[in-house]
Protein backbone atom coordinates (compact mmCIF):
# COMPACT_ATOMS: atom_id res chain seq x y z
CA UNK A 1 0.00 0.00 0.00
CA UNK A 2 1.27 3.57 -1.04
CA UNK A 3 0.42 6.34 1.35
CA UNK A 4 0.11 9.82 0.50
CA UNK A 5 -0.22 12.69 3.37
CA UNK A 6 -1.53 16.31 2.49
CA UNK A 7 -2.33 19.24 4.43
CA UNK A 8 0.24 20.44 7.11
CA UNK A 9 1.10 24.29 6.65
CA UNK A 10 2.49 26.89 8.41
CA UNK A 11 -0.20 28.18 11.69
CA UNK A 12 0.00 30.31 14.61
CA UNK A 13 -0.47 28.95 18.20
CA UNK A 14 -4.02 28.23 18.80
CA UNK A 15 -5.41 27.37 15.11
CA UNK A 16 -5.88 24.80 13.29
CA UNK A 17 -5.29 22.44 10.62
CA UNK A 18 -5.91 18.93 8.73
CA UNK A 19 -4.24 16.46 7.70
CA UNK A 20 -5.07 13.41 5.10
CA UNK A 21 -3.45 10.44 4.34
CA UNK A 22 -4.92 8.81 1.08
CA UNK A 23 -3.70 4.88 0.98
CA UNK A 24 -3.73 3.30 -2.73
CA UNK A 25 -2.49 -0.05 -3.66
CA UNK A 26 -3.69 -2.97 -1.65
CA UNK A 27 -6.37 -1.33 -0.17
CA UNK A 28 -8.68 -4.24 0.08
CA UNK A 29 -6.90 -5.61 3.04
CA UNK A 30 -8.20 -4.21 6.74
CA UNK A 31 -5.00 -1.29 7.41
CA UNK A 32 -5.04 -0.02 10.47
CA UNK A 33 -3.76 3.34 9.66
CA UNK A 34 -2.53 6.52 12.24
CA UNK A 35 0.36 9.46 12.82
CA UNK A 36 3.32 10.38 14.14
CA UNK A 37 5.57 12.93 13.99
CA UNK A 38 9.30 13.56 14.37
CA UNK A 39 10.34 16.75 15.26
CA UNK A 40 14.16 18.05 14.32
CA UNK A 41 17.20 16.16 16.32
CA UNK A 42 14.29 14.02 17.98
CA UNK A 43 12.79 10.68 17.68
CA UNK A 44 9.73 9.43 16.08
CA UNK A 45 6.80 9.87 18.59
CA UNK A 46 3.29 8.63 18.15
CA UNK A 47 0.14 11.11 17.62
CA UNK A 48 -2.63 9.13 16.99
CA UNK A 49 -3.91 5.46 15.40
CA UNK A 50 -7.40 4.41 14.41
CA UNK A 51 -8.70 0.57 14.11
CA UNK A 52 -9.65 -0.08 10.51
CA UNK A 53 -13.16 -0.49 11.62
CA UNK A 54 -13.02 3.05 13.47
CA UNK A 55 -14.02 1.42 16.59
CA UNK A 56 -11.00 2.51 18.51
CA UNK A 57 -8.70 5.15 18.19
CA UNK A 58 -5.52 5.61 20.59
CA UNK A 59 -4.14 9.28 21.08
CA UNK A 60 -0.61 10.55 22.68
CA UNK A 61 -1.40 11.85 26.01
CA UNK A 62 0.26 15.20 24.71
CA UNK A 63 -2.70 15.59 21.95
CA UNK A 64 -5.44 14.48 23.70
CA UNK A 65 -8.28 16.70 23.85
CA UNK A 66 -6.86 19.30 20.87
CA UNK A 67 -6.24 15.89 18.45
CA UNK A 68 -9.24 14.00 16.34
CA UNK A 69 -8.12 11.32 13.92
CA UNK A 70 -10.98 9.58 11.82
CA UNK A 71 -11.40 7.85 8.58
CA UNK A 72 -13.13 7.21 5.79
CA UNK A 73 -12.59 3.58 4.17
CA UNK A 74 -14.70 4.45 1.23
CA UNK A 75 -12.24 7.04 0.56
CA UNK A 76 -9.15 5.03 1.68
CA UNK A 77 -8.19 8.22 3.78
CA UNK A 78 -7.59 8.71 7.16
CA UNK A 79 -7.44 12.04 8.63
CA UNK A 80 -6.14 14.16 11.87
CA UNK A 81 -7.86 17.37 12.81
CA UNK A 82 -5.94 18.96 15.17
CA UNK A 83 -6.41 22.42 17.14
CA UNK A 84 -5.54 24.74 19.55
CA UNK A 85 -1.84 24.08 17.50
CA UNK A 86 0.89 24.60 20.05
CA UNK A 87 4.76 25.42 19.06
CA UNK A 88 5.59 22.46 20.84
CA UNK A 89 3.15 20.46 17.83
CA UNK A 90 5.45 21.27 15.15
CA UNK A 91 7.21 19.13 13.75
CA UNK A 92 7.07 16.73 10.25
CA UNK A 93 4.36 14.14 10.39
CA UNK A 94 4.09 10.88 9.05
CA UNK A 95 0.85 8.58 7.53
CA UNK A 96 1.54 5.37 9.07
CA UNK A 97 -0.54 1.87 7.82
CA UNK A 98 -0.51 -1.71 8.99
CA UNK A 99 -2.37 -4.56 8.64
CA UNK A 100 -2.45 -4.93 12.32
CA UNK A 101 -2.84 -2.39 14.94
CA UNK A 102 -0.16 -0.88 15.59
CA UNK A 103 -1.24 1.21 18.50
CA UNK A 104 1.27 3.54 19.87
CA UNK A 105 4.34 1.51 18.72
CA UNK A 106 6.52 2.98 15.22
CA UNK A 107 8.14 -0.91 14.93
CA UNK A 108 5.04 -2.40 14.18
CA UNK A 109 4.32 -0.19 11.56
CA UNK A 110 4.53 -2.15 8.24
CA UNK A 111 3.98 0.86 5.53
CA UNK A 112 4.85 4.43 6.04
CA UNK A 113 3.89 7.81 3.95
CA UNK A 114 6.34 11.02 3.21
CA UNK A 115 5.96 13.31 5.88
CA UNK A 116 4.27 16.73 5.67
CA UNK A 117 5.57 19.32 7.25
CA UNK A 118 3.50 21.53 10.39
CA UNK A 119 5.11 24.92 11.66
CA UNK A 120 2.94 26.54 14.52
CA UNK A 121 4.30 30.13 15.60
CA UNK A 122 3.91 31.64 18.50
Known amino acids: VQLQASGGGSVQAGGSLRLSCAAS????????MGWFRQALGLERQFVAS????????YYADSVKGRFTISRDNAKNTVYLQMNNLKPEDAAVYYC????????????????WGQGTLVTVSS
Open 25 to 32: GRTSRNYS
Open 96 to 111: AADESNFYNNPQWVGH
Open 50 to 57: ISWSAGST
